[in-house]
């Protein structure tokens, strides 16, 4: 089942080439922003329970085009919502994301 992704905020998260997000697929992940954020950037990602999968900090936002970072790759393992939070962390832009995993 494909996944769907609902995003808010200055910062827009993407799921970046094959569009599906079912238990076991590698996720992959990339970020557009309004303006050039300001790195160090970090990228939280939380389980359907909560638990927090991936906390990492960036040098770079990844988004897709040439020569950028590699996306941010992930692999849900169960069913469920999927929190993605992605914020500059000295200064104002972040986003969030629901990534629904069936």
Do not use: C, W
Request: hydrophobic content about 40%; cysteine-free; overall charge negative.
């Amino acid at each position: 089942m494909a996944g769907r992704i609902d995003s808010h905020g200055e910062i827009e998260t993407m799921v970046y080439g094959d569009a599906t997000a079912a238990v076991g697929d590698r996720v992959f992940l990339v970020f557009r922003a309004i303006d050039d954020p300001e790195p160090p950037i970090g990228v939280t990602i939380q389980s359907p329970n909560g638990q927090k999968i991936l906390d990492r900090v960036l040098r770079e936002l990844p988004t897709g085009l040439p020569q950028s970072a590699p996306p941010v790759e992930f692999v849900p393992a169960a069913k469920g919502v999927y929190q993605i939070e992605v914020k500059e962390l000295q200064g104002k832009q972040r986003g969030t994301a629901a990534l629904r995993v069936g």
